[in-house]
Each structure stands twice: as C-alpha cells, then as structure tokens.
C-alpha cells in the first residue's frame, strides 16, 4: 500500500489558495453572535443599580426637582456608557483569546510542507491527517496507512471506521462505513496517518451546515462565580431590609412618603454591591489575557482560579523541560564508539555505519518525532548515499509501539533482493528481548546503555532481521533480530528551567518529573534541570506492581517517574489527588487524555499537542515551555491576590456610604447623601474595582508563600476582618468630621460638601491602603498607572462639583474653604497610617 510519505505532490500554488479563500471564506464555523454595543447596554441597564437610579430620577421628577431628576438620568448614561466601555474591553480580550487559540493544519502548497491556521485551510488544498488530530475540513484521502476515524459526532456510532485512500478523484460521499476515503470536519483520527484533498470547507462541511449548535452551550458558574454569588445575595438581603426600614422611619418620624423612598433608595444604593460580579467577571477574563501575553492559552475560567493552589507539578521532559531539539550524540557498538562533532565533518566509522542506518530506516521519511528527525538528520550528514538509495525502497509494514513492546519496527522491500529487511528501533531492555541476547552479551550492553545515560543521554536500541516470508507475522516478536548497536541522543536543558524549578520549591509546589528515558538518564537530567537530589526515582514497572494505596504511599517522596507509558499518567495523577494534593499535570498525546482531564489543571503542549489532548486540558502552553507554566502560576497568584484585595475594598468602602445614609435618617440629623451623590460615588467604585485593583503589580512574597486552599471563602475571616476595620474606620473619620462640622453649626450646603469630600478622600484612603497586604508604607507608594488616572479624573470631578456654581447647585454643596481641605487631609493621612499599622499586627493575615 502507498503511503503519505511516499507520495509527491505540489498541492496548490499560494495565489490559487487565495482566490479560492477569497471566494468560500475562511474555513470555520459561524462565530457565536457578538454582544453588539445596544445588547451590553440593555444587559446593563437591567441591574438593580440602575433601575434604582432610575426610579430614584422618576421620584425627583414627581417632587418636581427637575434639574435633580435629569442629572441623576445623566448619571444613568455616563455610568452605563463606562460599563459598556468596561464590557467592550472584555468582550476585545476574549476576541484575542479565540485568536491564540485557532488549530493548526499542515498543508502542502507548492510542493512544501506549511502549518498554516485551519481556517485559512481552502478547498483542493492537500492536507496532512495525523494520529490524535481533528480532520479540518470535509476530503476525499489521497494516501494514508492503517488509519481509523472517529464519526460519532456525525454518525452517532462510538465506534471507529476503518478508511481507504481513493483510487480516483470522486465527490465527497456520506459519513459512516468502513473502507470509504471520506473523512469529515471535525472527526478525530484514532489511529495511522495520510494526506487528503478538501472538497468542503466552513460553512460548506457537513458540520457547519449542522448550523451553530457546537457554538451557543453555555459553562456552568465556576466555585468563584458561585462564591460572588452568595455574597451579592447576602448583602443585597440584608440592604433591602435596612433600606425598607429606613423608609418606613423617614415616612414616620418626618412626614413625605415621596422623601422617605428616595432615602430608602439612597441606602439601598448604597449598600448594594452590584460590583461583585463584574469585578469577578473583569479578572478572570482580563487574568486570561494577560496569561496570553505569556503565551499560556487559558481554556477555562475555573484553571485561573486553581492556578495558584497547585501544590504537585508533573511535567514531561522532553520538549517542557528541554528543548525537543534531539541530537545524535553518540553511536556505539562492541567496544567502538563515535562521538559525532557539531559541525559533522569527522566520517563516520565503518564499523558504526549500520548503527545510524537500520536506526533511521526504523523511522519515518518525514517524521514528526525529534528523535527520529535527530536521526534523518544524521543520516543525511553521515551517510548521503544510503539515505538517496533509500528513496527506492517500499515500506511493506508498520509495527508500531505497544505498551508491553517498546519498540518500533518497519519493515523494506528493497528492489532486486528476495528478503525484506527488517529495522527495529526502541528501550534497549526490548530490543535485547527481541533479540534473544544470551545473558552474559545482555550484562554487557546494559553496562554501556547506563554509562551512556548517566551522561543524561536518551538511548535506544537498534536491532536488524530479514525476511522472506510472503505473509508477514502479527507482531514483530516473531522475527529473528540480530543486536546492531546503540544509539544516544541529548535533548539539552531549556534556559531557565533551573530557576523556575527553584522557584516553585520556594512557593511550595512540588515538581515531578515523567518521562519514558531510562532511570539513569532521567536522573541525569533531573540533576541538571535543578531537581532536589534527594528525590526518588520510580519506574513504570514498580508502578504496575503497586495497589492504588501504596502508589499514593510510596508517591509522597518520589520526584522522578522513568519508563512511563501515557496510559500509566492518570494513575500518578488519582495518586497524588489520593494525597490531597492539587495536581496540575502536562501532556501531549491521545493517552495523555484522561490524565489531563482528571487533574486540577491539565495542561497541553500548543507546539507538538494533539488535539485531543488540547481539547482535555483547561491550559494550552503555545510554546511548550516549562518556565512558561511557573509564569501562568505566578500570575494565577497574583489575580487572585488582587481579586481578593478589590473584594475587600467592595465591602470596606460600602460601610461609610451605608453609614452616613443610615445614622442622619435614626437620629434626626441633617441628611448629607442623596441618589446623585451615592452615584457620583458609584463612579469612582467601579473603575477602580476593575482598572485599580486588576493592574495591580504582584506582592513582594507571591512565589514565597504556599499554595492557598482550593475552596477557601475569597472573604476569609482575616480579610473580612479587615473590611469592616477599614470600612468602620473611614466612617468613623467622615463622621468625626460630619461631627465637628454640625457641632460648630455649618450650614447645611456645606457640611453636606465637607463630608462628601472627606468620603471621596476616606475612599482613596481604602483604596491605597487595600493595594498591597504590606504593612510597609513603601507599599503605598508602588506605581499603578491606572490609580493615578482614576485619582486625578475624581479629583478634577470633585473640584467641579465643589466650586463649579452650576456643579454645586446641583450637588447642593456650599464652598469648601482650605482649613476645611487641610482637616479632611490631615484626618485621611492619619487613617492610612493607623491602617497601615494595623496590618504589622499579627492577629490579621491578609495573604491566607
């Protein structure tokens, strides 16, 4: 049978591949209908904060202050207008997200292999079909070798069908049945591999005329979302119930029922915390950005949130703590050895040359694979002439690895001999089975096979038969190997790996290391990737003789998982969670699935990742590059630290607001805050919730603390300890100062002014003192572009509304003079200063 590799062909040229693009459009599904500028503005006009405005406009309106009634209406427009702006950003950032994370294709155009983003994949474009990826378009299969495709997206059938390149060029055919040559968007490739020509693209595939079913499911609330949730139901709970009793004594105590709503109205305002959830809903889609800017793909809310409560990482090797640039590094028979030099101009050995060549015919033509490109590539250097007489010979069959063989094996037809040659690569162990080797010769290579990986080099077996059989065994056991050599190949140590290693010991992560080298290679390279010495090394074997119980016994003090087959993944995984452990694990191929489903946090390779594999993760690394894991943890971190920080900052700044609604309406003192001044107000909360707080820059000791608890309440204790301390503190400043003014007789305009300013400043006071859980007042002054901007834009606003005649009608507000300034700042720095003391103490602990 032909194959993909062996077939030629020039595909379309890149000019044709863009008039036909130009001509069907992009090859993907219809997107799921944008939130469009008037569906954010309805979603927002609907929450309770401003239907409260509204209403609060209608009363004015009735009382017949007019000029009240349209500047809360304008307050209406500004506060929705810088909403929809808010939600915009968002709605741009996830844009960005579903750009990162587009599938890639391999095409041929031109003659020359591509990997292009499906949805520029166009129709009559040859592309390339590999073992755990989704077929990008509807195609007819031009070449391929023992490949089952997965339908039951179509079909509804769970099991695989068996298919068939096309003897000829035909119309595309209907899903389901063995030996056609049809393959579908969106079907899986379960096994082999081929090339195939598309004949329907997008909306033309017999997935996108199913419509946009795939695009409208709707992901349930994450434990956040849920956690916000009570919290906004709580509080909205205990508000009405203070709002409707303020009323109720307003209407009683002073007479005007219209009066006594507006004030019930104010203290609901004021007590509703409508920012918890968009606060929530800015961070994570926000923290997903900015993941991105790292190139660590978020593909689900929830992982931003665990991210940070990681306390077992488990990690390939290859290609996440190294490089995944395979070099032949050394050949090795008998008591000959070869060393070959970087700029491969020493000749190879005689002695060695069947080494390099029976390893590179036991690999693809055009592999995919870096150890079996490493060793086309060596082929090529050291043996040209070989290399061009191989192009002649037909691969007759393919065994490939097996979980109890691990060993890969292709048999040749070579033109003009009666015998097939036989090539098998793989563990020195299998390939020493294969070959019968007598005891004494087996003692022998494993010396030389644990000299070499104790170099840190990945070595494999070479082992050659031949064949004159017409029927072919089932498996290649059968057989009769002759030992040929060794092969060592190094993959070195990605740069700053060692220091990301560190890092997470200093933050308490526990870092695990799966590989399917040998244990002394693997602990060569653990050594040099910086791994505790101290750490265990356990091998696929010992795993399968161990229970469930005494694998997550004996797991506790083991960093380093040799001879691991992907299937054995998922036990280290319900392992460690078995420990309590929160697991976030790597992973690359169809086995590696379930693995990568079962942990906390599964995590994808971007560059060499099936699509099963991505599509079972929660994170996709676009660069497959471990440091890049121990950055998203990092930021995981902080975003949770400043979500947390601007949670507290929500309940601390609603007390004051609360409390000067609240206590003039029981003691009969001069009411100081109406509907437009909680809306004032309401413009500066909300920026800062979602601009301040989310740019934040990460605590001092982000990556020296220890995984915090997944589950733990965002309020913990200590944290709502501190939001009532700071929200009691700032009322009792503003009130000292409503105080000292009312005492001395102020008029009522201008107490009105100097308490309002002093609770537009007791705000910036909780805002500074809640940007960092440092006592230290360095903290206070740590740059954040966006605190500067809201400061300055609400300091602007206030002097307007203070000595603007127009502005202070409106507001009702006399003039303030500077001893009033001069008191109002004196008491806000001594009340961030008091706060700041009161973060030293030890019976708070903000960080846990």
């Not at 095409?107 to 166009?122: A, K, W």
């Not at 059989?469 to 060794?486: K, Q």
């Not at 005649?805 to 109002?824: I, Q, S």
Request: hydrophobic share 50%; glycine share 10%.
């Amino acid at each position: 049978m032909s194959t993909a590799e062996d077939i030629a062909t020039e595909g379309l040229t890149t000019a044709e591949a863009r008039v036909r693009l130009d001509a069907d459009g992009p090859n993907a599904l219809p997107p799921a209908r944008r939130r469009t500028l008037l569906r954010i503005a309805l979603e927002i006009a609907q929450e309770p904060m401003f239907l409260l405005l509204i209403v609060a406009g209608g009363l004015y309106l009735a009382l017949g202050e007019r000029t009240e009634a349209w500047a809360l209406l304008s307050c209406v427009v500004v506060t929705i207008g810088l909403a929809i702006a808010q939600e915009s950003r968002t709605e741009r950032a996830v844009q960005a997200l579903a750009t990162l994370a587009m599938p890639k294709v391999e095409v041929v155009r031109s003659g020359q292999r591509r990997r292009i983003d499906s949805r520029e994949l166009v129709r009559g474009d040859i592309f390339a079909l590999a073992e755990g990826e989704r077929v990008a378009a509807d195609a007819v299969l031009v070449s391929g070798q023992d490949l089952l495709v997965d339908e039951s997206h179509l079909t509804g059938e769970s099991v695989p069908v068996r298919k068939r390149p096309a003897a000829r060029r035909m119309p595309m055919g209907e899903p389901g049945g063995d030996d056609t040559p049809f393959v579908f968007s969106g079907s899986m490739i379960v096994r082999g591999g081929g090339l195939a020509e598309a004949a329907a693209t997008g909306v033309r595939s017999r997935i996108g005329r199913i419509g946009q079913a795939l695009t409208t499911l709707e992901p349930g609330a994450s434990p956040l979302a849920r956690q916000t949730r009570r919290l906004v139901r709580l509080f909205a709970m205990g508000g009405l119930g203070l709002s409707v009793l303020a009323a109720l004594l307003y209407g009683a105590f002073r007479g005007g029922w219209i009066e006594a709503a507006l004030a019930g109205i104010t203290l609901a305002m004021a007590m509703l915390p409508e920012e918890f959830p968009m606060v929530l809903t800015v961070f994570l889609v926000m923290g997903a950005w900015r993941i991105a800017r790292i190139r660590v793909l978020t593909r689900r809310a929830p992982a931003i949130e665990t991210l940070g409560a990681a306390t077992v990482l488990c990690t390939d090797k290859t290609g996440t703590l190294t490089l995944n640039r395979m070099s032949v590094s050394e050949l090795r028979t008998g008591e000959q050895a070869f060393r070959p030099r970087e700029d491969g101009e020493e000749d190879l050995p005689e002695a060695l040359r069947p080494v390099l060549d029976v390893a590179a015919l036991a690999s693809d033509r055009h592999p995919f694979d870096p150890m079996e490109q490493a060793l086309r590539r060596a082929e090529d250097r050291h043996l040209p002439q070989a290399a061009a007489e191989h192009e002649g010979w037909q691969l007759v069959h393919h065994y490939g690895l097996r979980p109890d063989l691990l060993a890969v094996t292709r048999v040749w037809r070579i033109p003009g001999e009666p015998a097939d040659l036989v090539a098998s690569k793989g563990a020195p162990e299998t390939i020493l089975r294969l070959c019968r080797a007598e005891p004494s010769t087996a003692a022998c290579i494993r010396r030389e096979v644990e000299a070499m990986a104790a170099r840190g080099m990945r070595v494999l077996g070479v082992a050659r038969a031949r064949s004159a059989d017409a029927d072919l065994p089932p498996t290649p056991e059968a057989f009769r190997f002759e030992f040929v050599g060794l092969v060592g190949l190094a993959d070195p140590i990605r740069q700053g790996v060692p220091e990301a290693i560190a890092e997470c010991r200093r933050a308490g992560i526990k870092v695990a290391m799966i590989t399917g080298d040998h244990p002394v290679t693997a602990q060569a390279i653990a050594r040099e990737a910086g791994f505790d010495k101290t750490a265990g090394v356990m091998t696929g074997d010992m795993i399968g003789d161990l229970s469930d119980a005494d694998l997550a016994d004996r797991i506790g003090s083991t960093g380093i998982f040799a001879r691991i087959m992907p299937e054995q993944k998922l036990r280290l995984v319900q392992a460690f969670k078995a420990r309590g452990e929160i697991v976030a694990m790597t992973g690359d191929g169809v086995n590696d699935a379930p693995a990568l489903k079962a942990a906390h946090i599964g995590i994808a390779m971007g560059g060499r990742g099936t699509d099963v594999a991505r599509e079972a993760a929660a994170i996709v690394l676009l660069d497959d590059d471990f440091g890049a894991i121990v950055r998203a943890i990092r930021l995981g971190r902080r975003i949770y630290d400043n979500l947390r920080k601007a949670m507290g900052f929500v309940l601390a700044v609603h007390i004051p607001i609360a409390g000067l609604s609240l206590l003039p309406l029981l003691f009969g003192w001069p009411i100081v805050l109406e509907p437009l001044h909680i809306a004032f107000l309401e413009l500066v909360i909300d920026p800062v919730c979602a601009l301040v707080f989310e740019s934040e820059a990460e605590e001092d000791d982000v990556m020296a603390r220890p995984p915090w608890p997944v589950g733990a309440p965002l309020l913990s204790r200590d944290l709502l300890a501190w939001g009532v301390l700071d929200g009691v503190t700032a009322l009792l400043l503003v009130g000292t100062i409503y105080g000292i003014g009312l005492f001395n007789g102020l008029p009522e305009s201008d107490l009105r002014a100097l308490t309002f300013a002093s609770l537009v400043l007791a705000n910036f006071g909780l805002i500074l003192v809640n940007r960092s859980f440092s006592a230290s007042l360095g903290s206070l002054l740590r740059p954040n572009t966006a605190f500067g901007w809201v400061l300055g834009v609400t300091i602007a606003m206030l002097g307007l509304a203070v000595y603007l005649p127009v502005a202070r009608e409106l507001f009702d507000f006399g003039t303030l003079h500077l001893d009033d300034l001069a008191l109002v700042a004196g008491a806000g720095l001594v009340t961030i200063l008091a706060l700041q003391l009161a973060k030293s103490t030890r019976w708070l602990d903000l960080k846990r």
